[in-house]
């Protein structure tokens, strides 16, 4: 006789106590996390920051590395025997938004919020190096815990790559694994997929340089306000017509700017936006491209121009087996219906991408989307009223831990999905 089909299912019995051992740290995750909600830092240079994940790891068995060139930190927990390394990553730094979400711990700091959800993977990390730290007689390997800042545009994973984070156990990591909060998933559920998952970030700056003169009189002058605006619908054209729609670009104007007052036809005019790709095939085609058509359209209205690309981060893309493996552990320990795949990637980006770039490993979504709110109307990541619930921590906690087991455990089992 079959049982019942309407009951939640539950974690799988290998990692059956994991979760709860998260939850009961919690109280020190959320603290960790309201006190860098408290005093958020932006950009590379994050003193504070450092200094409480130094406290939260001071009592743990951790062989901890301060960065040079930023204010990194990256700790090692050894395990029981000599094996490979695995690296879990947390993101530090904050944005510059004035906060408005009437928390009690809302930011101190006049401009500077976290609105990304930084503090709690800061918080999630340093508790899961608690939690592993306890099973570390499991261990056949090593584990890096990466506290990075800079990644809201800083490249803080390039830095902390340059100074040897991938080799900090003494040989290179074989696996990697994030995690990143969103307010536009249920609380609690996991979200990965194989392949490319955010997309890469690249900006542009259009200077449109004519001639200037009264706006009595534009026959006298080489106007670069129409050329600009010419130059915003062929670049939509561009990319609807040399970029295959099977491998998507997205590119906005964000900023034009000319011009002083009503009677001068001014002699400058700038275009700035920014163009998200799934691959580095399209984001090459659309680096080329960009210049050719802005330097076309400015030749017909007689202004030349100059162009500018802002190289941001590449593709985020999982490794196929790893996000797979992620997947299944999070049917493991939070149970099936917490761990979906994600429906499509999204063309933010994120500076865990070089990081996959030199080793196999996975990027996921967990769920904070706050209590008695729809998801896809809850205030999203860099919002200033974007809240995430806190219940969830455990989750993220339970999910670091599970990755690092799965891959380092002594019991000689084949790892899941491995």
Do not use: W
Not at 11 to 16: M, W
Not at 191 to 213: C, E, H, W, Y
Not at 289 to 318: F, H, I, M, W
């Amino acid at each position: 006789m079959s049982g019942p089909t309407d009951l939640p299912s539950l974690p799988d019995a290998r990692f059956a106590g994991l979760l709860a051992e998260a939850q009961a740290l919690q109280a020190t995750t959320v603290e960790l996390r309201r006190d860098l909600h408290r005093h958020p830092e932006r950009g590379l240079d994050l003193p504070r920051t450092q200094a409480a994940v130094r406290r939260a790891l001071e009592d743990l068995p951790l062989e901890v590395t301060l960065g040079k060139s930023t204010t990194s930190v990256t700790a090692v927990l050894r395990g029981a025997r000599p094996g490979p390394s695995v690296l879990l990553r947390g993101d530090m730094d904050a944005l510059p938004l004035q906060e408005d979400t009437g928390l009690e711990f809302a930011s101190a700091e006049d401009g500077v919020m976290h609105a990304c959800g930084h503090d709690t993977h800061v918080a999630m990390l340093a508790s899961a190096a608690r939690l592993l730290a306890a099973h570390a007689d499991e261990l056949t390997g090593s584990v890096v815990f990466m506290f990075q800042p800079g990644e809201e545009g800083f490249h803080g994973a390039r830095h902390m790559i340059h100074e040897g984070v991938l080799d900090a156990a003494g040989e290179r990591v074989e696996r990697a694994f994030g995690v990143h909060v969103s307010a536009n998933i249920a609380a609690g559920q996991l979200q990965t997929r194989p392949g490319p998952m955010m997309a890469s970030t690249d900006n542009f700056l259009v200077r449109v340089i004519g001639k200037g003169g009264h706006g009595s009189s534009p026959h006298h002058a080489i106007d670069p306000v129409p050329a600009a605006a010419a130059m915003v619908g062929a670049l939509q054209t561009m990319i609807t017509r040399r970029v295959s729609v099977f491998d998507p670009a997205v590119l906005s104007v964000t900023r034009i700017s000319s011009g002083t007052t009503s009677n001068i036809i001014p002699e400058v005019a700038e275009l700035e936006g920014t163009f998200r790709t799934l691959s580095e095939h399209s984001r090459a085609l659309v680096r080329a491209e960009l210049p050719k058509v802005c330097e076309a359209v400015g030749s017909a209205y007689s202004c030349r121009v100059q162009v500018d690309l802002e190289p941001g981060y590449p593709v985020t893309a999982n490794d196929p087996v790893e996000a797979e493996r992620v997947l299944a552990l999070g049917r493991e320990v939070l149970g099936a219906d917490n761990a979906v795949p994600m429906p499509a990637p999204m063309m933010g980006g994120e500076d865990f991408s070089y990081v996959l770039q030199r080793v196999p490993g996975a990027f996921a979504f967990l769920g904070t989307c706050p209590p008695g709110v729809d998801p896809e109307e809850a205030a999203s990541n860099h919002s200033n009223r974007v809240l995430h619930e806190e219940s969830a921590l455990p989750s993220g906690v339970a999910m670091y831990a599970a990755y690092a087991l799965d891959a380092l455990r002594a019991s000689g089992r084949r790892s899941l999905a491995g």
